[in-house]
């Protein structure tokens, strides 16, 4: 979430969206457009979304912007481009779910009092000239438009990083410290719906005396033992690969190096602290591996009744685990810059 | 925690128990008895009176340099009773000799280290044996032992969920893969009935053993197991015909209770804020939740996710050697085995969300390589052994009726001893009557391996061994033999000695006042206390949250403020770690942002943004105002510049971004050689005017050595 794409990269040129029509609209468009009305036009606009959010595009915003100070509401504004969805170095369809949790928050926390606040998100592809009024120049961007607005410019104020932290929580915080709106706590929306999971339920409910009379009779896949095994076998491979650092850190898989003009890519990374998608998997599958071949020594070519067959298999599950081991203690050893030796009685020396 | 069994010895146990102490948590203090698990403090109260009894006059301190050690042993021996209840003798005492030497349980045992993990690890070993050994014997004795052992693990460390989550998981792994048995009952139901009550007696746990949802697990599985245990009595009665129409009846009434059962549970628990889960157990569960919510979890090291060289460094080579006793486990299956990989293969994710965990881990990586180990040097002893016989006697009589054995030696502990009498009873018996059905012995061949590929195989997991004990005994000596108060460092010019936090409290015992409170980062409590004996604001145990958060708060405020919250708790003296100048990174400033953190928890006003620039965390020119202003940079780096002229922080790097600045509510009042440990003292109100108007105390002196010679003179003299 830290990193920001840059718009510019992508898309505005100078002659797309110049400044000009934009300002010239607001002079010249009637000026008061009656707050009541645009009010009860949001409130319409917003009724009709789940999530509480209003598709904006240029021109409601200009009639927003026009209404005079003191609003009678603030509203945040969500810059998106679709376009940059795609992107994985910057979760914004993941900021974007967090507004709307903020948005649905606010409307399920303040039923009969939801008017203080509107929640905005804007298009790039549709409303390039706002994105060039505000000088939205890199997504994730969410500007707030107070109540009090002298200046637009200065007045709205953008969520700087620490807004986007912690996601809807930090969103939440920025709103009420800014807007002075009460929004209250976050509700986060379960990953299957509620109706979804009584039907399901229902489902289940249905289905388990069948379940339970399979179990009684005992073919079902749990009871294979050998689905156990490869289960184990898998979470011990996945413990010991440091995955779960992968997923709490949100290490990459690999780097690509910047000094390198041939852009190789770094698999492997120096120091203890930090370890590489990529890195953690082939250190799994070796540490995996040796075992792998012992069980299989000692447990299935012991049953084979070719002797060459066996010195074979064996020749080779030895030198693969030697091979094994012998890189993962160098490895190690490279890694932490640890170098791991024996103590000799001191005569020795 | 030596405090506590000083108390103890001198008070008495009813002392211990209902003692306030307000040494600690100043001016909380802390109700001893409610707040800890009192299982090491009594293991060690124990010893030394049973010692005493003897006429052996231990001092306290020994007795707890040499508690860890003792139950060290102890967990060895619980190791092998344990595995040889799976996999035999053999497989045991691998077990045994690899948990023995294991790093992980190295870096808790050895002499001196006096924490609750080095006697939970032998509670939590010796749980598992004799529920083990409850659910092969069936035998009522192991069962109410079993809870007394599971009581004095819930007396030593909070970890004791792990095993009330484990036991009901296995026991519903039985039930589902159809191995219920009487057994099963015996070893299950005393051990929640009486574990739960046992449990219950200890102030820390009290209601919440049956309150919490970690504990819920064991209660629901009571349930099924009860359900399941009535089905199977009922079947033993009815007729095969009768029974099936009993099921559907029983089945689906039973389906509506259990489903409103359920229903009543979820509700319940969805009703409390949290879940009804602790923060700890959550973070377990789903990784990422403390990373995001609970900053006093995330921010201790032990508490972050391992990557792979930590498997190498506190498991080493059993890393290789798991995936093997996995399989033997595996082949055949039994209650016992399952139950061995089962624990491992929880304890094996646990670790991997938690670094701590590997000592969880570390004894079921040991069963686990124990048993492969042993079957691996079975399998090829036999084969180097047998080889030559083989071929003598290619189709003889004496190669078979060794192979038998063997063969059949895997198998022994795959029933329950009585079971298993049995039905060598009836083997026996058939193996009379069939006996002269030579044809089909000769089939039975002998599993073995070629020998030349047998020796080198051994050859190789000898080397393996080898290594395991080389760097057991590296680790042991580099990592966790030299005292944490003491840093040394190796350099081209030789070794360097730090002593600086030994002489800071011996600062603090001498010159300053008994009464007086010294506040620090949370770190640095327990030594405070123990070793300047002086009170401190928030120590290592780290119970209430708001007290460390009013730390960090002051911590990361301007020196206005933070004076005032720390004259607000009566404190004096105000010690920070500072590394800077001799390199050493484990210091304050770089756990600062944690302070930020925690104390941003509870105290809204302090944001962690305001500290970081584009969200980076920086202490040189590009620092934020507030970073550049707040206590625990000023007093990391109050006249650092007088160092080197330049003010070159050697751990971050950097030149620092606020070099000439002075102290207008707090004073200098001692630092170490090495500058590691600043001691500052609040300057009482009425002097502070003065402080701010009067010119610069004394010219700087150019060298470190001399500027703390000159600083150990104490200034109120």
Avoid at chain 1, 191 to 216: E, H, Q, T
Avoid at chain 2, 335 to 351: E, G, K, N, P
Wanted: proline share 5%; charged share 15%.
């Amino acid at each position: 979430m830290k990193t920001s794409i840059k718009l510019s990269r992508m898309a505005i040129s100078p002659i797309h969206a110049p400044l000009l029509p934009i300002t010239l609209l607001f002079l010249l468009s009637p000026i008061i457009t009656h707050s009541n009305d645009l009010h009860s036009e949001l409130i319409h606009l917003r009724s009709k979304s789940l999530l509480g959010l209003i598709h904006l595009k240029d021109n409601l915003l200009q009639r927003i912007l026009s209404i005079p100070s003191p609003k009678p509401f603030s509203s945040l504004i969500f810059f998106d481009a679709r376009q940059l969805h795609a992107k994985s170095e910057n979760s914004i369809p993941s900021v974007k779910y967090e507004f709307s949790l903020l948005s649905s928050s606010y409307l399920t926390n303040n039923p009969g009092n939801n008017t203080h606040i509107f929640f905005f998100i804007i298009e790039f592809e549709e409303s390039k000239s706002s994105f060039e009024f505000f000088d939205v120049k890199s997504i994730p961007h969410v500007r707030l438009v107070p109540v009090r607005v002298d200046d637009v410019k200065k007045d709205c104020v953008r969520m700087g990083a620490s807004g986007f932290s912690m996601g809807a929580v930090s969103m939440k915080e920025f709103v009420e410290t800014n807007a002075n709106v009460y929004v209250g706590p976050i509700h986060t929306r379960p990953v299957i719906p509620k109706k979804m999971m009584m039907v399901i339920g229902a489902g289940f409910l249905i289905w388990s005396p069948y379940l339970v009379k399979r179990f009684v009779i005992g073919n079902t896949i749990l009871q294979d033992k050998y689905v156990w095994m490869s289960g184990s076998i898998l979470v011990y491979f996945f413990s010991v690969a440091g995955t779960m650092f992968t997923i709490i850190r949100k290490a990459p898989l690999f780097l690509m190096d910047r000094n390198d003009p041939a852009g190789k890519s770094i698999m492997f990374y120096q120091g203890a602290g930090m370890q590489l998608g990529a890195e953690g998997f082939a250190v799994g599958f070796l540490y995996t591996i040796v075992g792998l071949l012992l069980a299989f020594m000692t447990h299935v070519s012991v049953r084979l009744k070719n002797k060459g067959t066996q010195n074979l298999l064996m020749a080779l599950g030895l030198f693969v685990s030697f091979w094994a081991v012998q890189k993962v203690i160098y490895l190690n050893n490279w890694k932490t810059g640890y170098g791991i030796h024996p103590y000799w009685p001191s005569r020795w020396k | 925690m030596l405090c506590q069994l000083q108390f103890l010895t001198k008070n008495g146990i009813y002392d211990f128990w209902n003692w306030f102490d307000d040494r600690t948590w100043y001016p909380l203090g802390r109700v001893i008895g409610g707040t800890v698990y009192p299982g090491l403090t009594l293991t060690a109260g124990t010893l030394w009176w049973i010692l005493n009894s003897l006429n052996i006059p231990l001092s306290v301190e020994t007795v707890c340099v040499f508690t860890a050690p003792t139950f060290s042993a102890l967990a060895a021996w619980a190791t092998y009773l344990l595995t040889k209840e799976v996999k035999g003798t053999g497989a045991g005492l691998t077990a045994a000799a690899l948990l023995a030497m294991v790093p992980s349980y190295i870096s808790r045992s050895v002499a001196g280290s006096y924490d609750n993990e080095a006697v939970a690890i032998f509670a939590l070993i010796f749980t598992f044996y004799l529920y083990i050994k409850t659910l092969n014997t069936g035998s009522l004795f192991y069962a109410t032992l079993n809870a007394l052992a599971y009581f004095y693990m819930v007396c030593s460390w909070g970890g004791y969920t792990f095993i009330i989550n484990l036991i009901p998981m296995h026991a519903l792994l039985c039930i589902v893969t159809g191995r219920y048995s009487p057994r099963l009952y015996i070893a299950y139901a005393p051990l929640v009935i009486l574990g739960t009550l046992l449990a219950a007696l200890v102030p820390v746990v009290g209601f919440n053993a049956v309150m919490t949802s970690e504990h819920f697990a064991s209660f629901l599985v009571f349930l099924i197991l009860n359900v399941v245990g009535l089905v199977y009595y009922i079947k033993g009665m009815l007729t095969p015909k009768m029974f099936k129409v009993a099921v559907t009846l029983v089945v689906s009434a039973g389906l509506i209770v259990c489903c409103a059962v359920v229903a009543v549970l979820v509700a319940l628990v969805a009703s409390s804020p949290t879940k009804g889960w602790s923060g700890r157990s959550l973070s377990l569960l789903d990784p990422t939740y403390a990373s995001k919510y609970i900053p006093i979890i995330a921010s201790v090291s032990e508490h972050q996710p391992p990557t792979w060289p930590s498997y190498f460094m506190d498991i080493n080579v059993l890393a290789f050697l798991v995936p093997a006793g996995i399989i033997a486990c595996f082949l055949p299956l039994t209650d016992a085995s399952s139950f061995v990989i089962l624990y491992l293969v929880t304890s094996v994710y646990f670790s991997g969300v938690m670094v701590r965990l590997m000592l969880v881990l570390a004894p079921a990586a040991c069963i686990m390589s124990g048993i492969a180990l042993s079957s691996a040097f079975g399998v090829f002893t036999r084969s180097i052994k047998f080889a030559s016989i083989g071929k003598q006697d290619d189709a003889g009589d004496i190669g078979n009726g060794v192979t038998q054995n063997h063969v059949v030696k895997p198998d022994r502990n795959e029933e329950p001893p009585k079971e298993k009498a049995s039905r060598k009873k009836k083997k026996e018996k058939e193996n009379v009557e069939k006996a002269p059905t030579a044809a089909k012995k000769s089939e039975r061949r002998l599993l073995m391996l070629p020998m030349e590929a047998s020796v080198v195989a051994i050859l190789l997991l000898v080397l393996l061994g080898a290594f395991y004990v080389v760097h057991c005994v590296w680790a042991a000596a580099e990592a966790y033999s030299a005292p944490s108060i003491v840093l040394t460092s190796q350099s081209h010019d030789g070794l360097h000695v730090f002593d600086d936090f030994r002489e800071a409290y011996a600062w603090l015992s001498h010159n300053t006042d008994v009464d007086d409170k010294v506040a620090s980062w949370w770190d640095y409590g327990y030594q405070t206390t123990a070793m300047a004996n002086r009170t401190v604001i928030v120590d290592n145990n780290t119970w209430n949250n708001t007290h460390i958060a009013t730390v960090g708060t002051a911590m990361s405020s301007p020196e206005k403020a933070a004076w005032e919250i720390f004259n607000s708790l009566d404190v004096k003296y105000v010690l920070v770690v500072f590394g800077g100048l001799v390199g050493y990174p484990s210091d304050d400033i770089n756990k600062f942002l944690w302070m930020v953190r925690i104390g941003g928890g509870v105290f809204p006003h302090i944001k962690e943004p305001d500290y970081l620039r584009d969200g980076q965390y920086r202490i040189d020119n590009m620092a934020t105002p507030t970073m550049l202003n707040c206590l625990m940079y000023k007093l990391s780096y109050y006249r650092f510049v007088e160092t080197d002229g330049k003010g070159f922080d050697r751990v971050r790097r950097t030149e620092i971004g606020k070099k000439h600045f002075k102290l207008t509510h707090f004073e200098e009042v001692f630092t170490t050689h090495h500058w590691m440990v600043r001691i500052y003292k609040l300057k009482p109100p009425k002097n502070r005017l003065r402080g701010k108007t009067k010119k610069s105390k004394s010219k700087p002196t150019s060298t470190i050595s001399k500027r703390s010679a000159t600083q150990k003179k104490n200034p109120w003299q």
